[in-house]
């Protein structure tokens, strides 16, 4: 049970100040928070800092602190020796800058800067492909619910249904008519599918609350934003990361009676995109949740606040960390940050002074060893095996350890998510758009300041001057026409005179340069699987001159995006989504939206293009237009293809196509308006036919 595991800085001596929001039962006194309303004396303040240094100084919250500073520097020095170099350069070359040391260099040859700037063309086209692709067609959901073939509901739900199901045999044998073994037979096979097809109803209603459960708590909790930024992220750099959700005190804006707007402070999930430069997995890590994982923070005070009363944070030690660094930061004393800041455009005068009072922190998940535990003060009842690898997470901010608590995940995983748009088999870190035009950006760099250098040099003709022939005093510096130069006889030449002034015109090679250049920026589209084609470049040969070879060749283009989206659809999206829907079948109080569901991410789906699919769905309709198909698909059916065809057209689909319930009311309706009135003497309850068991069968599909 999530709520039963307890909090590692609970096991040491004393317990947390923090308890009491979590833990009704504790006796420990808790600051004053907006939450929750509590008031502390200066007595108890003095009590509960007492506490916290005890607390902050047991073996069990020492020990954790070391083992979380020996595995950062163990990540960080391996992230430093390749990873974090490539991300540097990336992020400069999508910013259309140079590397600290080529730019020197480039400088001291003199000569043009020029960027040709590839790399954030490709980025940008990129973002864009694969944001089309996984935020959904239309108004659709990237992703569906819906019920698993054999849908398992709640026990009382079953009940009901196989009641219903049986009420009109049962209510017929209780009549005194006895059907024979092959007409009971029958019966109940219809019966059994009847209540299968029920199931299978209830379960599709639950699969949509749920779904739009989900798709609420996604929006309000910025998934969407978070998901913007992370595809951003992953066309840059190596690996990007997405987090969450993460439990916050959050104020929220709340209408009460009379339309009075009212703050409340409640927890809220939220999502967020992480840096990848605040990113420390183990070196040998393969994915997410191999090895140890370390986050870099850079909290505000008011960050700090909101940790204070959510489940696990150990509010005395925030109360520390904010009287000993609430006033100037803490900042790099974890290492320097000041070249990264350079390249993501912030200032090092800034970041060294710290205006907004910073605070580094360090939030650490990874196994640690059941021994380790037990010899930081763990109690053996809480490590039944000395052997075995326990799963922790802890905040580390300078000698404060903030929060220390098992992980509460049934099947350990860690509230993060990471995708490559290039996946590395055997690595976390996979490669970028950014990555793999590496070698066309450089060449087009250097074949672009070439042509811009000899453009000048061979834009006019050079001068040659022999100095000593020309007059005092002339301006050698200033060439104009009509100017008049002034020259001294060749007194030392015993042959014939040479010229004072010869002109020359450098050759011109910009041709061969353009060409260098056009021939790698074709292999920058080959290598990045984004030609110039899909971002609107009308210089489309051979096929693509034609409407239908251009489709073919976007299509065949958009087999690499596929594989890409299909990266973020495993590994973001679904993981997403089944986090979310364990936490509303876990916690959530409604009850009618609970069910077995399978959840898919349709992102590489999507890439099907708008117009295609729309032009399907009509051809579609109009295939069915006809008495047998409409016999066989229903009016419901009929009503579930034109939503979605409206949908497609960007309609709002529940005002044309009213939805199920209000179809069946007017079915119903239609049904009795066109029933014939019952005869004079006619007998009630369908005795005179009960036996061949065809009334039984109709009585209960009516009840269903």
Known sequence: MIGAIPTLSQLGPGSPSGATATNPGSSAVVLAHPAMGRVMNAQALEQRTRDTEERQNAPLITGLAGHITKKFAIARDAKRNDVEPRMMHNLRARRGEYDPEKLAKIKEMGGSEVFAGVTGHKCRAAYSWVKDAVTGVGVDRPWSIRPTPLPELPVEINDFIVEQATGPLQEAMMAGVEPSAAQTTSMLSVMRDQAKAAVREEARRRAERMADKMEDQLIEGGFINALDAFIIDMTTFPTAFLKGPVIRMKPRLEWGPGGEPKVTVKLVKEWERVSPFDMYPSPGATCIDDGDLIQRHRLTRSDLVAMKGVKGYDDGAIDKVLEDYGGNGLSQWLFDISEQAVAEGRSQTVLATNPDGRIDALQFWGHVQGQMLLDW????????????????????????????????????????????????????????????????????????????????????????????????????????????????????????????????????????????????????????????????????????????????????????????????????????????????????????????????????????????????????????????????????????????????????????????????????????????????????????????????????????
């Not at 509230?415 to 490559?420: G, R, T």
């Not at 029933?675 to 269903?704: C, F």
Request: hydrophobic fraction near 40%; charge should be negative.
């Open 377 to 704: 003060g763990m109690k053996r009842e809480q490590v039944p095996s000395p052997t075995e690898e326990y799963c922790v997470e802890a905040w580390l901010i300078g000698r404060y350890v903030i929060k220390a608590m098992l992980n509460p995940d049934p099947l350990k995983r860690r509230p993060y998510y990471a995708a490559s748009y290039e996946q590395v088999p055997g690595s976390i870190w996979g490669n970028s758009v950014a990555d793999l035009v590496t070698d066309p950006q450089d060449i087009m760099n250097a074949a672009a300041r070439a042509m811009v250098n000899n453009a000048a040099l061979a834009s006019g003709p050079q001068v040659g001057v022999l100095t000593d022939r020309i007059a005092p005093g002339e301006d050698l510096t200033q060439l104009y026409p009509w100017k008049i130069w002034q020259f001294r006889t060749d007194e030392y030449s015993n042959s014939t005179p040479q010229p004072p002034i010869q002109f020359f015109q450098p050759q011109s090679n910009i041709g061969e340069l353009m060409g260098l250049f056009e021939k790698w920026s074709t292999l920058a589209d080959e290598y990045s699987g984004i030609p110039r084609y899909m971002t609107g470049d009308a210089r489309a040969g051979g096929a693509g001159r034609t409407a239908s070879g251009l489709s073919m060749l976007m299509t065949n283009a958009g087999k690499m995006i596929t594989g890409v989206v299909r990266n973020i659809d495993m590994r973001v999206i679904e993981p997403v989504l089944h986090r979310l829907y364990y936490y509303n079948m876990r916690f959530e109080e409604d009850q009618d939206l609970k069910g077995d569901v399978q959840i898919v991410a349709r992102g590489a789906a999507n890439l099907i293009s708008k117009e295609a699919a729309q032009v399907r769905r009509n051809e579609f309709l109009a295939t069915t237009a006809n008495p047998i198909d409409a016999e066989i698909v229903g009016v419901e059916g009929r009503a579930a293809i034109l939503r979605e065809t409206a949908k497609g057209l960007d309609m709002d689909a529940d005002r044309i196509v009213p939805d199920t319930a209000v179809l069946r009311q007017r079915l119903a309706a239609k049904a009795a308006l066109a029933a014939p009135a019952p005869q004079p003497g006619a007998t009630e309850g369908n005795e005179q036919t009960l036996t061949d068991g065809r009334p039984i069968t109709d009585n209960m599909g009516a009840g269903m």
